[in-house]
């Protein structure tokens, strides 16, 4: 734990970062520190810190990690320095200003312990003077001053050889001389180009990456995608990577080499030792710093683009769990197949499973009438309302089988829904679905996930590892540690935003809730089923191991209807039902008279009801709450209607204005299922009439969007669409000769070129590595 002056310290610098005060920093620290949560702090905690949103305590819970990494870190290298006995105060004060771990880094350079290397030999020879000697005076002979310094038994054989010496100590000197690889690294970080070429002999095996065979581009302006694109064709070996300092390469190298001989100190005037030195700094970059700062600087943006892809993930993430529930409707759930069946799976209102079934309408059974017979069966046996299928394989056969139920039993009024069957696989084969479906078939297990997905999204898919739900970005080429750390915030900050009804909850979302953990969750269902339903939260304080501190962080979010506290249905925290009872004591009406009375509530003045505990903003929540108590946040449930007869890739034509669904959003734009068993894309050019900075600005995973068909590339099975209406249609290929081609674009240029004069909206497939990364990060 650091001290109070360095606790200081960081909270002053995370409030500039996150636009906050010191002490709400402090704050929110304190109370980290005590175990509380995000979605606690943010909810119940407002007086406390100052009114810091979600988004403001995640990064700065992110940011008080690295930067208390940064102290310890900080503390390591100034007592190893000491214990060298080389720490001056200069070089203390360095290291106590470095604001960055990379800053820190560069000053230990010269002091980390490592082998031994030619400019330590070089010095034990003694040559450390002659270095010196021609560098204070360039004007003396260097094989001249060399021959002073041979000695054989020092390893010295000749003049030659102390002239390698004393360049290998220089060359060392200024490889780690931390403001000059600081200097450089922001200058290289500025100008520097980003170079891929093939790997000789690898042309034909890493043909998806072929756009990048012969690739530049600005490091500072390359997008997180292709980035991530360039590191996997690395990975897999088909692409090697460079950083050229500009565009001109040799021009560039040429500037790095006079910047390091600037900062030593030396210029070229024709001098005895000049040409000497300026060799010794064009090796100085070219063997110590360029390869340093390239691999540095990778690194870096290697992190910045796999910061963004998780981002992206945690973003529609979010969107998805967020989305609209169908409710408490009994549904029928389809998990599409051919050879292996349609496997059928019927939940009712609770999401109880009732009935299951294997029906095969397609090849190589062709049950049709069959499997009408028993889904017609099943639906009026149990009231079937709904009826999800999944997305997979057959889908859009298996689409058409439902929509033929539809007509032949009108009196069910049904209606059916296509939905993601990401991770549904991932689900039935895991230790939830066994303990959930001991003796249910694994194959059986995915259509109740279909099913219950559509009642309650949220519900259903914490139950799956969220990076397997499938609407990430390059989700397999992230660090992986962070990647489920920010996926799990997400999925909590979800969780917690909903509320969740504790006599219903499975224990893999009350897991979820603030303050529970897996074992905590895990007895509140086990006292549950033995107990029956809970009558008030302050029965929870009965179940094994939930004591004070965890029913102070998890209580406000857990929600008990029909209980014996009608403030127990809300998402009012226990400890601040005083307030209320103030309320009901100063208006004169019921708490049960005060709940839903809108108007009544809207005229009462916050400022009446605070105390030295509550403030303003916690009895404006209270207020609100109690206008409508356990509100879900989530939007309407409404369902995207597939144009009939437009079923596969194969039908699609050019013109076409189609509904469909957003399935994923990625930085270069959003993916669209129009019902055809193969998504489109739109390109973030082809978003919106206006300029689109972030894809997520304008639509977001379960958006109902109407897009019109631009290209469609059957073979490569690449669709691109456009939400701009308006445009004019393109024209239809009359032959296979006339159809669109992938085009070469220019270096950096995702869109690529075209026939004749570019169109606004142009299609994002026609970049070949693109397209393949597209696929990547659909997961296909």
């Known amino acids: 734990m650091q001290d109070r002056s360095t606790a200081a310290h960081i909270a002053r610098r995370i409030a500039e970062e996150i636009g906050a005060q010191a002490r709400q920093v402090e704050a929110a620290v304190a109370l980290l520190d005590e175990g509380a949560t995000v979605p606690f702090i943010a909810r119940y905690r407002k007086e406390v810190t100052g009114g810091l949103d979600d988004t403001q305590l995640r990064e700065l819970e992110t940011r008080l990690g690295y930067l208390r990494e940064l102290e310890d870190r900080r503390v390591q290298v100034i007592a190893s320095i000491e214990e060298q006995g080389k720490l001056t105060d200069e070089l203390r004060a360095d290291i106590l200003a470095a604001d960055s771990k990379a800053r820190l880094e560069d000053l230990y350079l010269p002091y980390k312990p490592k082998r031994r290397t030619r400019a330590q030999i070089a010095r034990e020879a003694g040559l450390e003077p002659l270095a010196d000697t021609l560098l204070a005076d360039p004007t003396q002979a260097p094989e001249t001053v060399a021959s002073q310094y041979v000695d054989a038994d020092k390893g010295v054989a000749d003049a030659r050889a102390a002239l390698d010496g004393a360049r290998a100590i220089l060359m060392e000197r200024w490889g780690e001389d931390a403001a000059l690889v600081g200097e450089l690294r922001e200058w290289l970080a500025n100008v520097g180009v980003i170079r891929a070429k093939v790997i000789e002999g690898k042309e034909n095996d890493g043909a998806k990456y072929r756009d990048y065979f012969d690739h530049a581009e600005p490091l500072a302006k390359i997008p997180s995608h292709r980035m991530l694109a360039l590191l996997r064709g690395r990975r897999e070996e088909f692409l090697q990577l460079d950083l050229d300092p500009g565009s001109d390469a040799d021009a560039g190298h040429l500037l790095a080499t006079g910047r390091v001989a600037k900062h030593a100190g030396i210029r070229n005037d024709g001098r005895a030792a000049d040409q000497w030195?300026?060799?010794?700094?064009?090796?100085?970059?070219?063997?110590?710093?360029?390869?340093?700062?390239?691999?540095?600087?990778?690194?870096?943006?290697?992190?910045?683009?796999?910061?963004?892809?998780?981002?992206?993930?945690?973003?529609?993430?979010?969107?998805?769990?967020?989305?609209?529930?169908?409710?408490?409707?009994?549904?029928?759930?389809?998990?599409?197949?051919?050879?292996?069946?349609?496997?059928?799976?019927?939940?009712?209102?609770?999401?109880?499973?009732?009935?299951?079934?294997?029906?095969?309408?397609?090849?190589?059974r062709r049950q049709w009438d069959q499997s009408l017979a028993t889904l017609g069966r099943l639906c009026r046996q149990h009231g079937v309302e709904l009826i999800a299928i999944g997305n997979g394989t057959a889908s859009r056969e298996t689409d058409k089988l439902a929509a033929d139920l539809i007509k032949l039993a009108p009196e069910l009024k049904l209606t059916k829904i296509v939905v993601s069957e990401a991770g549904a696989s991932?689900?039935?084969?895991?230790?939830?679905?066994?303990?959930?479906?001991?003796?249910?078939?694994?194959?059986?297990?995915?259509?109740?996930?279909?099913?219950?997905?559509?009642?309650?999204?949220?519900?259903?898919?914490?139950?799956?590892?969220?990076?397997?739900?499938?609407?990430?970005?390059?989700?397999?080429?992230?660090?992986?540690?962070?990647?489920?750390?920010?996926?799990?915030?997400?999925?909590?900050?979800?969780?917690?935003?909903?509320?969740?009804?504790?006599?219903?909850?499975?224990?893999?979302?009350?897991?979820?809730?603030?303050?529970?953990?897996?074992?905590?969750?895990?007895?509140?269902?086990?006292?549950?089923?033995?107990?029956?339903?809970?009558?008030?939260?302050?029965?929870?304080?009965?179940?094994?191991?939930?004591?004070?501190?965890?029913?102070?962080?998890?209580?406000?979010?857990?929600?008990?209807?029909?209980?014996?506290?009608?403030?127990?249905?809300?998402?009012?925290?226990?400890?601040?039902?005083?307030?209320?009872?103030?309320?009901?004591?100063?208006?004169?009406?019921?708490?049960?008279?005060?709940?839903?009375?809108?108007?009544?509530?809207?005229?009462?003045?916050?400022?009446?009801?605070?105390?030295?505990?509550?403030?303003?903003?916690?009895?404006?929540?209270?207020?609100?709450?109690?206008?409508?108590?356990?509100?879900?946040?989530?939007?309407?449930?409404?369902?995207?209607?597939?144009?009939?007869?437009?079923?596969?890739?194969?039908?699609?034509?050019?013109?076409?204005?189609?509904?469909?669904?957003?399935?994923?959003?990625?930085?270069?734009?959003?993916?669209?299922?129009?019902?055809?068993?193969?998504?489109?894309?739109?390109h973030i050019s082809a978003l919106s009439n206006t300029y689109v900075k972030d894809p997520r600005d304008v639509v977001k995973v379960g958006d109902i969007v109407k897009v019109r068909v631009q290209e469609v590339d059957v073979?490569?099975?690449?669709?691109?669409?456009?939400?701009?209406?308006?445009?004019?249609?393109?024209?239809?290929?009359?032959?296979?000769?006339?159809?669109?081609?992938?085009?070469?674009?220019?270096?950096?240029?995702?869109?690529?070129?075209?026939?004749?004069?570019?169109?606004?909206?142009?299609?994002?497939?026609v970049n070949n590595a693109l397209a393949d990364a597209f696929a990547k990060a659909k997961g296909k």
Request: charge should be neutral; proline fraction near 7%.
């Open 277 to 364: 030195l300026m060799d010794a700094a064009r090796l100085t970059w070219k063997a110590k710093l360029h390869l340093h700062l390239m691999l540095d600087l990778i690194a870096q943006a290697r992190e910045r683009a796999e910061a963004e892809a998780i981002a992206v993930f945690g973003d529609n993430l979010k969107d998805l769990l967020l989305s609209a529930p169908a409710g408490p409707r009994v549904v029928l759930g389809l998990d599409p197949g051919l050879r292996t069946g349609v496997k059928v799976a019927v939940v009712d209102r609770t999401g109880k499973l009732v009935a299951t079934d294997t029906i095969y309408p397609h090849e190589p």
């Open 426 to 682: 991932v689900y039935s084969a895991s230790e939830i679905a066994s303990r959930e479906f001991p003796d249910v078939d694994v194959s059986l297990r995915g259509a109740v996930s279909i099913a219950r997905r559509l009642q309650d999204p949220l519900a259903e898919l914490v139950k799956i590892e969220p990076k397997a739900i499938g609407v990430g970005q390059y989700q397999h080429d992230v660090d992986q540690y962070k990647l489920a750390r920010a996926l799990d915030a997400k999925v909590e900050d979800c969780v917690n935003a909903v509320g969740v009804h504790v006599n219903t909850a499975s224990a893999a979302l009350l897991a979820r809730v603030s303050g529970l953990t897996s074992t905590v969750a895990e007895n509140i269902v086990r006292h549950r089923d033995a107990n029956g339903p809970f009558r008030s939260r302050k029965e929870l304080l009965k179940v094994p191991r939930l004591g004070d501190k965890t029913f102070e962080q998890c209580a406000g979010f857990l929600r008990i209807d029909d209980g014996d506290e009608p403030l127990d249905a809300s998402s009012v925290h226990p400890e601040a039902y005083p307030v209320v009872e103030r309320i009901v004591s100063s208006t004169g009406k019921p708490i049960r008279g005060l709940i839903g009375d809108a108007a009544f509530l809207r005229g009462l003045r916050p400022e009446q009801f605070v105390d030295d505990r509550f403030g303003v903003p916690t009895v404006r929540d209270i207020l609100k709450e109690l206008e409508k108590p356990g509100r879900d946040p989530r939007p309407e449930f409404k369902a995207a209607r597939f144009a009939d007869g437009v079923e596969d890739i194969k039908d699609l034509r050019p013109g076409m204005v189609l509904e469909g669904v957003v399935t994923n959003v990625a930085a270069f734009g959003a993916f669209v299922d129009i019902g055809v068993h193969q998504d489109g894309l739109v």
């Open 715 to 765: 073979p490569r099975k690449r669709i691109a669409l456009t939400c701009r209406l308006d445009d004019a249609a393109p024209r239809a290929p009359r032959s296979d000769r006339d159809a669109p081609r992938p085009a070469a674009g220019r270096p950096g240029n995702d869109r690529g070129g075209a026939r004749g004069p570019a169109p606004k909206a142009q299609p994002a497939y």
